[in-house]
């Protein structure tokens, strides 16, 4: 068996490689291992899953009996199958709008206490930020980077190795990295006993029915515990829209980091992101030893973007190859994964042909192109979450999902209920979140759950959107602007009083011929307003001296 798991080719993962199983920290301890049980009580009355206000109760979890396709033969091997059942058949079940492992949060799109305030917000492309936005995202993603996470841990050894539960196994990250740590974990093979001993055609979130659905619940959940650190209730992630790009336009110090100079593997020491240390990059070392990732530093994050392997990807995508993709009017097709054909799902996600909607194509297209064109940390899918590039392009894949189901208006039956690849399935749990979600539950339009993005507004409003930032870079000096306006004003006042004033003692000189009038107006021996140089250098070192 191949012993490592790559959505792109071994030798990219190889050569450059450098996210949760979602725990709740409340629910990481042997007591709710043993039990099975994760429902933590609400802060808000000390009741478990908030239950005494009304805002849930603890139930058994329901997985489906659905079969699954055949691409994985094994049952009863791997943590993740019939997930969460094999750490917990207990957790909370929120009523109404409220969300979260114990409750307390509110679904995707309310805000307020009693999460009853419906807002819509706007996800926008990144180059359509100001200056201060742009520095306020960066600023978030190393907050995010550089505190450890308050709710949540990461799981470092199966439940096997935690002997059933009794011995708990597991680390503190910082609230990026457990997105990390969750990308990884959804993506890993499968350990099926010993070293090496690895089933890698397996993915819980990547080439299958589940990879737009999945994704799109990783950045609300990403979102949301954004606003959670940061207070900010207003933060959206920003896309980055690559269709026609000639390179890595976000590869910047003042977005995602540009290329060190001294070596262009790594990040500019510009960038706050070349102090980065990426984990779980290392699948073949994890694979050959028969363990999970134990959630260390690895090494500083690698990007080198346009120096792939050009046999599987000659360049970005195009806006035609976008538009082919949407004109698909399949989700997905045949056995529903990587072999898919005319399938939306397999092309989008760049296995099928962007141009012809064959599956299995020798080259990658759509979004995988953009993990291989990165050239580093992101060209693995496991490592692929440590780069926050991969955020900004997530984003705007998940609106070209959003376009496809505006335009085509599926029907819930489009999406399978059986036969999918195991974790695929509409009604099994999506791996590791905590709280659960079903796939089905978000193949539904992004205004459904609270967000729109701003290149699918009508034109007037995109136009107006565009125009936002250098109108707020404009209210930011306008107050320089109107005192420069007033400080001119004043002058131009005072030349005005002050050739009015010479015109009336000159000109009311009815002896005196205008050619002298003109001579006594311009060479006036008191005041001269043609100054020699030597006037002009005085003066200046003198308001240099003033100040």
């Not at 180059?127 to 995202?137: G, Q």
Request: overall charge negative.
């Amino acid at each position: 068996m191949r012993l490592h798991h790559i959505l792109f080719p071994p030798f990219l993962a190889l050569r450059l490689a450098p996210s949760c199983q979602q725990f709740p920290r409340l629910c990481a301890t042997p007591e709710a291992l043993r039990t099975k049980e994760c429902c933590p009580p609400w802060e808000g009355d000390g009741s478990a899953c908030g239950a005494s206000s009304g805002r849930g109760s603890c139930q058994d979890v329901e997985v489906p009996d659905q079969p699954d396709g055949p691409q994985y033969p094994f049952s009863g091997l791997d943590d993740r199958e019939r997930w969460p059942l094999v750490f917990y058949n207990r957790t909370c079940q929120c009523a109404g709008n409220f969300m979260g492992f114990n409750c307390a949060d509110c679904k995707f799109g309310y805000f307020g206490v009693n999460c009853n305030e419906r807002r819509e917000s706007l996800r926008r492309n990144i180059f359509h930020l100001s200056r201060t936005e742009r520095i306020r995202l960066v600023s978030y993603l190393n907050l995010a980077k550089r505190t450890v996470s308050r709710d949540y841990v990461v799981a470092t050894a199966t439940y096997r190795e935690m002997e059933n539960g009794s011995v708990p196994m597991f680390a503190d990250v910082s609230v990026y990295d457990v997105f990390v740590w969750m990308h990884y974990y959804v993506s890993r093979d499968a350990l099926i006993g010993g070293p090496g001993n690895v089933w890698t055609d397996v993915d819980f979130a990547h080439w299958a029915p589940a990879f737009l659905p999945w994704h799109r619940v990783y950045l609300l959940h990403w979102e949301h515990e954004i606003r959670k650190l940061t207070g900010d209730e207003s933060f959206t992630i920003p896309y980055w829209d690559w269709r026609d790009a000639q390179g890595c336009e976000v590869c910047i110090d003042e977005l995602m980091g540009g290329p060190s100079p001294q070596d262009p593997s790594l990040l500019s020491a510009g960038s706050v992101f070349s102090s980065w240390k990426v984990l779980c990059s290392r699948a073949a070392d994890y694979n050959s030893r028969g363990v999970l990732c134990d959630a260390t530093e690895e090494g500083p994050l690698h990007r080198h973007p346009g120096n792939q392997n050009r046999n599987v990807v000659q360049r970005l995508p195009t806006s035609a190859e976008v538009e082919f993709t949407l004109s698909l009017t399949n989700y997905d097709t045949g056995a529903m994964d990587r072999s898919s054909n005319m399938s939306f799902r397999n092309t989008l996600e760049g296995f099928g042909d962007p141009q012809t909607g064959l599956g299995s194509s020798s080259r990658m297209g759509m979004h995988a192109a953009i993990h291989v064109f990165m050239n580093g940390s992101m060209s693995s899918v496991q490592a692929s979450a440590n780069d926050p590039i991969f955020l900004l392009h997530h984003a705007f894949v998940d609106s070209i999902y959003e376009q496809w189901l505006r335009r085509h208006r599926p029907s819930p039956s489009q999406y399978p209920e059986s036969n999918a690849p195991i974790g695929h399935n509409s009604e099994y749990h999506m791996v590791p979140f905590l709280p659960l979600h079903r796939n089905k539950e978000y193949f539904i339009s992004s205004k459904d759950l609270g967000y729109e993005y701003s290149h699918l507004l009508d034109a007037n409003q995109r136009l107006a959107e565009s125009m936002r930032p250098y109108l707020e870079e404009l209210q930011d000096v306008w107050p320089w602007l109107l005192m420069a306006g007033l400080f001119g004003g004043i002058v131009t006042m005072a030349v005005t009083a002050a050739v009015l004033t010479a015109k009336r003692r000159y000109g009311g000189l009815p002896w005196l011929p205008a050619r002298k009038w003109k001579t006594l107006f311009i060479l006036p021996e008191r005041q001269p307003l043609i100054w020699s140089n030597d006037t002009v250098e005085s003066s200046h070192r003198n308001y240099q001296t003033s100040t």
